[in-house]
T-cell receptor, first 112, second 114 residues
Framework: QKEVEQDPGPLSVPEGAIVSLNCTYS??????FMWYRQYSRKGPELLMY????GNKEDGRFTAQVDKSSKYISLFIRDSQPSDSATYLC????????????FGTGTRLKVLA | GAVVSQHPSWVICKSGTSVKIECRSL??????MFWYRQFPKQSLMLMAT?????????EQGVEKDKFLINHASLTLSTLTVTSAHPEDSSFYIC??????????FGDGTRLSIL
């Protein structure tokens, strides 16, 4: 079993839809949870950074962490074609400077 | 804020040559830098972690003599692929972090060895 599981997709949704992206993990030591967006042939861009359980909102993005279920989610409201990218979850057990464990990434396509 | 610049973005070279890739944090001090390799449609594979002024820590299976990492200042790290061969062709990405803050990534370098 991988430490972090993420559905690879691809996930296709119509413009304006609410998108739900998820990761599950097995290591209860993870404390820091990140979501990155990666466009083709570019480096990952940090979208959300959360510590421990709870919700965090930033514009159209909401990150949720449920440590009891070892499950994290990223919601995208009012999705746009420009949101079409690969979304990577990442986790770390210690501080943010420690190495991350990444999910395999979910490819999202938002159709105009 | 938190901009990481990586250069070059694309390099093509002959087999047997060495290639140097630079990673710079432009608006923050990068106490820790990471180097990753990414194959098409796959996630990031960590190659090594470096702290400013210290030797890099390499992941298992990564040849330290093949992939030389230098982190001489708080804003610059370099990865040198020595005696590169076609199997070293890949997308190399660096990231940087400042004391407990999340990692910020460069835009990657596409390396093609002929």
């Amino acid at each position: 079993q991988k430490e972090v599981e993420q559905d690879p997709g691809p996930l296709s949704v119509p413009e304006g839809a609410i998108v739900s992206l998820n990761c599950t993990y097995s290591n209860s030591a993870f404390q820091y949870f990140m979501w990155y967006r990666q466009y083709s042939r570019k480096g990952p861009e940090l979208l959300m950074y959360t510590y421990s359980s709870g919700n965090k909102e930033d514009g159209r993005f909401t990150a949720q962490v449920d440590k009891s279920s070892k499950y994290i989610s990223l919601f995208i409201r009012d999705s746009q074609p420009s949101d079409s990218a690969t979304y990577l979850c990442a986790m770390s057990g210690v501080s943010g400077t420690y190495k991350y464990i990444f999910g395999t990434g979910t490819r999202l396509k938002v159709l105009a | 804020g938190a901009v990481v610049s990586q250069h070059p973005s694309w390099v093509i070279c002959k087999s047997g040559t060495s290639v140097k890739i630079e990673c710079r944090s432009l608006d923050f001090q990068a106490t820790t830098m990471f180097w990753y390799r990414q194959f098409p449609k796959q996630s990031l594979m960590l190659m090594a972690t470096s702290n400013e002024g210290s030797k890099a820590t390499y992941e298992q299976g990564v040849e330290k003599d093949k992939f030389l990492i230098n982190h001489a200042s708080l804003t610059l790290s370099t990865l040198t692929v020595t005696s590169a061969h076609p199997e070293d062709s890949s997308f190399y990405i660096c990231s940087a972090s400042d004391r407990g803050q999340p990692q910020h990534f460069g835009d990657g370098t596409r390396l093609s060895i002929l």
